[in-house]
């Protein structure tokens, strides 16, 4: 059953911004959005992170939890996504300084 999903992609070549308006919609310029199927939404995110060398890109798509919606990440970025107590919480840090892992 197809879904809505969002995927931001910053900094990433034009020959993945070409193949990601084949499916979805650019509203802002590295801000995509469509109702695609699953399996179609897992080979876009294989594209993605196939070509985000050094930049960043977030996926959020619906799913059944307490939030509505899983995110994924890849690139160098200054926010993860860390599961707290069921709950998805995005960790901010400085550039150069490591994130700590969760228990």
Not at 29 to 50: C, F
Request: aromatic share 6%; charged share 20%.
């Amino acid at each position: 059953m197809p879904s809505m999903i969002v995927i931001s992609a910053t900094a990433v070549p034009d020959h993945l911004r070409g193949a990601l308006t084949r499916w979805l919609l650019e509203v802002t310029p590295e801000l995509y959005i469509g109702t695609v199927s699953a399996r179609v939404r897992d080979e876009l995110w294989t594209s993605v992170t196939a070509c985000t060398a050094d930049g960043a890109a977030v996926l959020a798509y619906p799913t059944a939890n307490e939030q509505g919606f899983t995110l994924r990440t890849v690139g160098s970025r200054r926010r993860t996504p860390i599961d707290f107590d069921g709950l998805t919480l995005m960790a901010f840090t400085r550039q150069g300084q490591e994130i700590a892992k969760p228990l």
